[in-house]
């Protein structure tokens, strides 16, 4: 299953302990792990130029199967040239496989062993969505790695279900893989199985056995508490082959990211940044600020001090919430910018630790992602 195109080198690791450093090796180019995802749902990372989110240090973007495949449709990008070409990003793409939003769309939809009939979200058109179909919408987008067709149950789903969903996603992980056609794109398998740690064991063994070339974590961060993600991470990541990647998929507050890398993935996404940023929500190293708080109605400084993008060197808290509050789209646009730029400023330092094991200065630069974890996130 390894693609020609496609390898993982993994350049150091903590002492003694699972982080590592590496680098994701693509047609279009190499990845640092580890690594944030910026989400560009509909080809589009939201409000940002391309060349503003590869300035932010990003290597890689996420787009979404689903979204692509209702509008414009995957022959249309196919017929422009591919996904990179349309949306005008050189480096590397990963496409998740449209499961997720199918099943998080649960009035809309009906599943049976074969796939998912749903409701389109746009116009109500009744569609059909399967491991085949949605890896050949995802061979014809042409992205560097695609994701095998998943089921993810409920965060508070009776064992019974989520036991079912792991024998879904196990079968239809191979289905996916008989029909792969593009050898220059890595096909990930997505391990499954809710908090329970042997159905996370057995979805890994029957997926490890299918040597896919990454291995994604899906199903977590969907309403279980942080110290519940970080007990099944505990239990699962070790159990992923060492030289393959590891995605845990969603996942995007700064403490949770830590605790992940702690345990030895290399790879995240998630939409906080540019979704918080549009609701004026700006992430930093002490705390999240809010800026539509009366607090911040005079203040002249940065949204951080030592933060090097073109939002903090040139505008002023007071500015940038004088924008929220007069609606102008300057302000979603320029602290979403800020965000993904602290993402990516927070994943270089990782890079930078990892080598030392240097938790207490990690800690020490980015107090938010430390036990309180600054806040939940939420705007």
């Not at 749902?41 to 996420?62: F, N, Y």
Request: proline share 6%; aromatic share 8%; hydrophobic share 40%.
């Amino acid at each position: 299953m390894m693609s020609r195109m496609f390898g993982f080198e993994i350049i150091q690791g903590e002492p003694n302990r699972a982080a590592r450093c590496g680098r994701v090796l693509t047609p279009h180019g190499a990845i640092r792990t580890p690594a944030f995802m910026p989400v560009g749902t509909q080809a589009a990372v939201k409000g940002l130029w391309p060349g503003q989110v590869r300035e932010s240090g990003t290597d890689i973007i996420l787009a979404n199967t689903y979204h692509l495949a209702l509008r414009p449709g995957a022959e249309l990008v196919e017929q422009l040239g591919g996904l990179h070409k349309f949306m005008g990003w050189d480096g590397p793409i990963l496409t998740d496989s449209g499961g997720y939003q199918v099943f998080s769309l649960a009035e809309l939809r009906k599943i049976d062993d074969d796939g998912v009939t749903f409701r389109s979200h746009i116009d109500g058109q009744w569609l059909h969505l399967d491991p085949e179909s949605a890896t050949g919408v995802q061979n014809r987008l042409g992205a560097d790695i695609i994701m095998a067709f998943d089921e993810c149950p409920p965060g508070d789903a009776e064992r019974e279900v989520v036991a079912r969903a792991v024998e879904r996603t196990v079968r239809w992980a191979e289905r996916c893989r008989k029909f792969h056609q593009r050898q220059e794109q890595a096909l990930f398998g997505i391990v499954q199985g809710g908090v329970f740690h042997d159905l996370r064991a057995l979805c890994a063994e029957r997926l490890i056995a299918m040597d896919f070339p990454g291995y994604a974590i899906g199903g977590l961060s969907v309403g279980e508490p942080h110290e519940k993600m970080v007990e099944v991470l505990g239990e699962l990541v070790h159990r992923l082959p060492a030289d393959r990647p590891r995605y845990l998929m969603g996942v995007g507050m700064p403490r949770d990211i830590l605790a992940a890398v702690r345990s030895g993935v290399d790879m995240f996404d998630c939409v906080l940044p540019t979704r918080n940023g549009r609701n004026a929500y700006a992430f930093a190293a002490q705390k999240p600020i809010r800026l539509r708080n009366e607090q911040y109605r005079a203040d002249e400084r940065p949204l951080e001090a030592d933060c090097p993008c073109p939002t903090c060197r040139q505008f002023s808290r007071a500015y940038l919430r004088h924008l929220f509050l007069a609606r102008e789209m300057l302000g979603p646009i320029l602290v979403s910018l800020h965000n993904v730029c602290f993402y990516q400023r927070f994943m270089g330092r990782l890079r930078d630790l990892i080598p030392t094991g240097d938790w207490a200065t990690m800690l020490a630069e980015f107090p938010v992602a430390g036990a309180g974890g600054g806040d939940n996130g939420a705007f």
